[in-house]
């Protein structure tokens, strides 16, 4: 027989209990602290420049002027918004990462009355109309997906992704339609936006933040809203007490779009005046992040969306400070998401080294 | 005759958060013997084996393989000081044959060779009266087979130190009592064995020794022989309890669910119940015996309108009414909607019963969420009754607010059944309602299946454990492999006529019944 060491390994993992809820934030915040330090290391190793700079040109970037932080704020509402929309398929463990397609989506249907109407139809007629466009073409794109793996369990993961494919083919397909010079450009139509109020971006806040306290209600007080809790929790228990799968599913998904199309509106019709394949601008993923993040309740989605935000506009600013490549923000941003997720098994479990003299302990 | 040690642990501690498995355990096996650990369930049995078996390391205390201090970090390490463990939970590979699950994984010459393996099983086999085919498939194989297979598995290997978990919990008395015949004759051999268990008569016909646990600590060892049941409960309790179930005679039963000729089919086209009839009467107990997987759960969903159902009829008999109604076809809400009250317990506990990431309120609420107008939930009713079921059930918990999952296995139960009876049921199902609960937990549960009865409820309870079966039930319909293959009544028969009926496979139906 082979002769062992009578060692303990070094280290082992134990799961703790419940811990409280001031040292789990306490271990969150420890994280964020670490990973901006690590940030900073990362940037004073690339540039020799002092990290202090850095941190100085992040917070400018986010915060530095009013516009800066009306800008920040637009784009936290936009994410949110597209955050809310995957959620309630989220909690149901529908996994939805279409909802880059399902914007686009609702975008284009947003171009397309735009386009064809603005002339002929009078302004207010015309936003309802936008709206409605969006919401229900949206609807579908979610939809079709829904009614696969409901009906015959198809995998939501891979239909919901191609389906985004086919959403950025449509719109390039219809930009090349409606712009006949060919320069691939559809020029914005602000005479079709949607009204102001206030500056230009309270609109989009403003109807993020209703939306926000609406599903936050509906998922933790509405019979909805248990619904969609237990089906995803366990569809078996769901059966059980008679709820019906299928339609909870299908009912859910639309409401997933609907909310897409209301993200593809308000960056269509309130924002741009205009619509490219790249106007979702991959935030349908980044989404589902800022869920997960804020373990899909709505209210805490407005931190993560900010977070994320912040990080975004701040690294932005560091790139152009210091002439560095885009690469710099995605560094920062992924160093700062390894950090917050990492800590979650810290929060969930502690390492227990070995004694350094077990005789005396025996 | 002095015996040599096998196995001895000291002072071995396992905690997994706050809850402690196992505090301060020493014991020893020694070779040539059988060493029963009894103790309830939650009581620490499995974790401590785990620990020898490597597949969890203690955090403190030392384990002593044949004499020298050991560390096993892993399974392979195990192996190296020839310990073998067969698990609750079968780890074959379905789709291969006996001979290759034996050999997959191990290394050195010859590995591949399958006739040579075949000999070497064969050769095992007849050492220790096994029965085997090493060319047949798992798939192909009953429970005991595939146990069969498990325990082979780890001899092959070599081990001179066996430690089976729960053997006999899917086992037919007779299967049982072969498994004991194998057991002493590894023992003769000079093998060290563990079996780990919470029958007491079990560990009184088997075993030399017995350990106890209780609530993870270690209580003592006594010689079998000196042991009896109510020594042995009273170690593992803590205080004397009487094991009697009360049976009361039943009051005026009438015809309350009638089924007749039920047939289902799987998705992979396999009968699952075929022509099953039989009828469930109002204050009674109607036990359903069989072994595991028979179509007992196929059964209670049929029933329950969450199997599809390809023939036959499921007739109620409304006590209030007096009308009948069908209910095949119909899904769980149209059966509540047409007035039937009944209650399901179904074995799947926190997979189906309940919802283990949601707190005792939500968890009562889902049975009676549509309840009240509006598109808003009503958690004050959940919460009164999740509130009266913790202080009548006397379910420990932090408070109703408090995730199910983080409850204790009785606990669980206790807030499943307090649920479904609170719905006051006309017809009660209950599938292995007292699988995995401690004794004082699982006589709450007889209790209150007879308070049912009492009622006038017709209860259905399919049970593993033919003892509570016979003591509690008033008739026992015996399944085999999706047939019934006998109804009994429970007070003019023994384990050993169900055990047959268990096991019988041709059936002639209709003229049996």
């Known amino acids: 027989m082979k002769k062992h060491e009578a060692r303990e390994p070094l280290f082992h993992i134990v799961k703790r209990a419940q811990i409280p809820l001031y040292q789990g934030i306490l271990i969150r915040v420890a994280a964020i602290v670490l990973a901006l330090l690590t940030c900073a290391a990362v940037f004073f190793f690339l540039t020799q420049k002092s990290p202090v700079d850095f941190y100085r040109s992040m917070f400018n970037g986010a915060f530095g002027t009013e516009r800066r932080i009306w800008n920040m704020a637009h784009q936290m509402a936009i994410l949110l918004c597209i955050s809310l929309a995957v959620t309630p398929a989220f909690k149901m463990r529908f996994w939805n990462i279409g909802a880059e397609g399902q914007v686009l989506v609702g975008g284009l249907a947003c171009a397309a009355i735009m386009f064809y109407f603005r002339q002929s139809v009078p302004l207010p007629l015309l936003w309802v109309m936008m709206t409605l466009a969006s919401i229900l073409a949206s609807m579908v794109w979610a939809i079709i997906p829904a009614i696969f793996k409901a009906n015959w369990n198809t995998n939501e993961t891979l239909f919901t992704l191609m389906m985004n494919y086919i959403a950025t083919q449509l719109v390039a397909y219809f930009i090349n339609v409606w712009v006949k010079s060919g320069s691939g450009v559809l020029n914005p139509m602000p005479d079709a936006g949607l009204p102001k109020l206030g500056n230009a971006w309270t609109l989009n806040i403003s109807v993020v933040a209703v939306l926000t306290v609406i599903l936050y209600i509906y998922l933790r007080f509405s019979k909805h809203g248990y619904e969609i809790a237990v089906v995803g929790e366990s569809e078996n228990t769901a059966r059980y007490i008679g709820v019906n799968v299928k339609k909870v599913i299908l009912r859910t998904m639309m409401l997933s779009g609907a909310i897409c199309g209301v993200a593809g509106l308000l960056i269509v019709g309130g924002t741009s005046y205009t619509i490219n394949a790249n106007s979702a601008g991959g935030q349908g993923f980044t989404a589902i992040m800022v869920s997960w993040l804020a373990k899909f309740n709505p209210l805490l989605m407005i931190l993560t969306s900010f977070l994320i935000a912040f990080l975004q506009r701040g690294t932005n600013q560091v790139s152009n400070d210091f002439k560095m490549d885009n690469s710099i923000s995605n560094i920062v941003t992924a160093i700062i998401l390894f950090f917050i997720i990492g800590c979650e098994f810290f929060i969930n479990y502690k390492l227990v080294f070995r004694k350094p003299s077990k005789e005396d302990a025996t | 005759m002095q015996k040599q040690t096998a196995i001895e ?505």
Do not use: W
């Open chain 2, 9 to 513: 642990l000291k002072g071995v501690t396992k905690t997994f958060g706050t809850t402690v498995a196992n505090k301060n355990v020493s014991l020893t096996v020694n070779k040539g013997e059988i060493l029963s650990v009894l103790g309830e369930n939650g009581s620490g049995k499995t974790t401590l084996m785990n620990m020898i078996a490597g597949i969890y390391f203690p955090d403190e205390g030392q384990i002593f393989i044949n004499g020298e201090e050991a560390v096993i970090r892993s399974p392979k390490d195990a192996f190296a000081y020839k310990i073998g463990m067969i698990h609750q939970h079968f780890k074959l590979v379905d789709v291969l044959s006996a001979a290759e699950n034996i050999i997959l994984g191990l290394r050195g010459e010859g590995r591949y060779n399958l006739n040579k393996a075949a000999q070497k099983i064969k050769q095992i086999s007849e050492q220790y009266g096994f029965e085997i085919n090493p060319k047949k498939k798992i798939y192909a194989m009953s429970v005991s087979e595939k146990q069969t297979v498990e325990i082979i598995k780890v001899l092959y290997r070599g081990a001179d130190i066996l430690i089976l978990d729960e053997p006999t919990a899917v086992l037919t008395p007779q299967e049982t009592q072969k498994l004991f015949d194998v057991l002493r004759r590894m023992r003769d051999d000079g093998k060290a064995i563990v079996i780990i268990t919470h029958k007491l008569h079990e560990v009184l016909s088997l075993s030399d020794k017995v350990a106890v646990l209780r609530k993870g600590e270690y209580i003592g060892t006594i010689e079998t022989r000196e042991a009896n049941e109510a020594i042995l409960t009273e170690m593992m309790v803590g205080k004397k309890i009487t094991l009697n179930i009360d049976r009361l005679d039943p009051v005026s039963p009438e015809d309350r669910l009638i089924v007749s000729d039920l047939e289902c089919v799987n998705r992979d086209g396999v009968k699952v119940l075929d022509h099953i009839d039989f009828t469930a009467r109002s204050g009674e107990i109607l036990g359903i015996a069989g072994i595991a997987g028979s179509g007992q759960r196929e059964l209670l969903e049929a029933i329950a309108g969450l199997q599809h159902i390809d023939a036959g009829q499921i007739i109620y008999h409304d006590p209030k009414t007096g009308k009948e109604e069908n209910l095949r076809d119909k899904t769980p809400l149209q059966i509540r909607d047409l007035g039937v009250r009944l209650s399901f317990v179904p074995e799947d506990r926190l997979g189906m019963g309940l919802v283990g990431n949601m707190d005792i309120v939500d968890n009562m609420m889902l049975r009676s969420y549509r309840k009240g107008k509006g598109v808003f939930l009503q958690r004050k009713p959940p919460k009164t009754l999740a509130e009266k079921i913790i202080d009548e059930l006397e379910v420990v918990t932090p408070g109703p607010s408090t995730p199910v999952r983080r409850l204790s296995g009785g606990n669980v139960q206790k807030v499943l059944v307090g649920r479904e009876i609170a719905a006051s049921p006309t017809v009660l199902m209950a599938a292995y309602p007292v699988r995995g609960l401690d004794i004082n937990s699982s006589y709450l549960i007889y209790h209150l299946l007879n308070q049912q009865k009492q009622k006038g409820v017709a209860v259905i309870f399919v049970g593993e454990d033919l003892d509570v079966l016979l003591a509690l039930c008033d008739r026992i319909l015996v399944i085999g492999s999706g047939h019934v293959t006998g109804l009994v009544d429970a007070r003019h028969t023994t384990k050993e006529e169900i055990g047959l009926l268990m096991t019988k496979t041709e059936v002639k139906h209709h003229e049996e019944a």
